[in-house]
């Protein structure tokens, strides 16, 4: 059974800066990628930022020069750095792994609040 764990999530002002961790249940290279997922009131689920098993990363274009995906294999950990907040990032941030094609393995969500 795979677990993925998230922590890290709160309330920050604009501009300032959050570090989320997702932590898996053994190790994380039995997945070909992780990624950070949000979710806001109202919308829907979208995608932040993947990391292949390679290292490659790529995040989308909105959190760019922001946000910043990272995996530590040792501690079966990925993190997402977020810098330069702000109130529009507000929501709750999910961690996802894929062994095949698609996420199919989720976290159960951490919440950041950015307060302009």
């Known amino acids: 059974q795979v677990q993925l764990v998230e922590s890290g999530g709160g309330l920050v002002q604009a501009g300032g800066s959050l570090r989320l961790s997702c932590v898996a249940s053994g190790s994380i290279f039995r997945f070909n990628r992780m990624g950070w997922y949000r979710q806001a009131p109202g919308k829907q689920r979208e995608l932040v930022a993947v990391?292949?098993?390679?290292?490659?990363?790529d995040s989308a274009h909105s959190v760019k020069g922001r946000f910043t995906i990272s995996r530590d294999n040792a501690k079966n950990t990925v993190y997402l750095q977020m810098n330069s907040l702000k109130p529009e990032d507000t929501a709750v941030y999910f961690c996802a792994a894929a062994a095949g094609a698609v996420m199919n393995y989720w976290g159960q969500g951490t919440q950041v609040t950015v307060s302009s």
């Open positions: 990391i292949t098993s390679g290292g490659s990363a």
